[in-house]
T-cell receptor
Framework: EADIYQTPRYLVIGTGKKITLECSQT?????MYWYQQDPGMELHLIHY???????EKGDLSSESTVSRIRTEHFPLTLESARPSHTSQYLC??????????????FGPGTRLTVL | GNSVTQMEGPVTLSEEAFLTINCTYT??????LFWYVQYPGEGLQLLLK?????DKGSNKGFEATYRKETTSFHLEKGSVQVSDSAVYFC????????????FGKGTTLSVSS
């Protein structure tokens, strides 16, 4: 069973607040990802990391930022939340380049609502 | 570029009905293919996978066969249950080191008793 955790599970905040969504995995995976899931359920890759001190932007432009200081931890930060940031955020991880098929393990998600 | 197209939902079935959710892909080389499932309020879980042509992935009564000639990976189940109600995502990995999965848009399945 995958061990990847996200906190908080639900968050309701006001516009302009700074927030950090936490994601941790205990599997020692090199690669980690953040997806934004819209109400139609489609997934959009917004950030990914191939290892410590490596971060890249994904396919969907996002005002969020990420950091990867430790292998197991991949937090996502919004400096000033807006209603347009209301969404479900999913974190995932996968084994590094030694496994070719890139199976990803997902956390339970954070449902963010910005008022 | 690589892409995944899956049938749009929602799909509504009665319990014990046969399920097919179509998935086709466009990719160079020999991708690996996946089906993920998302139950309400949860993250995605890997349902099954196939890493080469003609492989059949199976799990929990679901099956999908990697068909390179038709670039398809259709999900099937012979008899669905109410507990199968969820969103199903088809995805591919290009097998190049360091690439993320490419997901289809998801298909919502609702099964009624």
């Amino acid at each position: 069973e995958a061990d990847i955790y996200q906190t908080p599970r639900y968050l309701v905040i006001g516009t302009g607040k700074k927030i950090t969504l936490e994601c941790s995995q205990t599997m020692g995976h090199d690669k980690m990802y953040w997806y934004q899931q819209d109400p139609g359920m489609e997934l959009h890759l917004i950030h990914y990391s191939y290892g410590v001190n490596s971060t890249e932007k994904g396919d969907l432009s996002s005002e969020s930022t990420v950091s990867r200081i430790r292998t197991e931890h991949f937090p996502l930060t919004l400096e000033s939340a807006r209603p347009s940031h209301t969404s479900q955020y999913l974190c995932a991880s996968s084994v590094g380049a030694t496994r070719s098929y890139n199976e990803q393990f997902f956390g339970p998600g954070t449902r963010l609502t910005v008022l | 570029g690589n892409s995944v197209t899956q049938m749009e939902g929602p799909v509504t079935l009665s319990e014990e009905a046969f399920l097919t959710i179509n998935c086709t892909y466009t990719a160079t080389g020999y991708p690996s293919l996946f089906w993920y499932v998302q139950y309400p309020g949860e993250g995605l879980q890997l349902l099954l996978k196939a890493t080469k042509a003609d492989d059949k992935g199976s799990n929990k009564g679901f099956e999908a066969t990697y068909r390179k000639e038709t670039t398809s990976f259709h999900l099937e189940k012979g008899s669905v249950q109410v507990s199968d109600s969820a969103v199903y995502f088809c995805a591919l990995s290009s097998n190049q080191a360091g690439t993320a999965l490419i997901f289809g848009k998801g298909t919502t399945l609702s099964v009624s008793s």
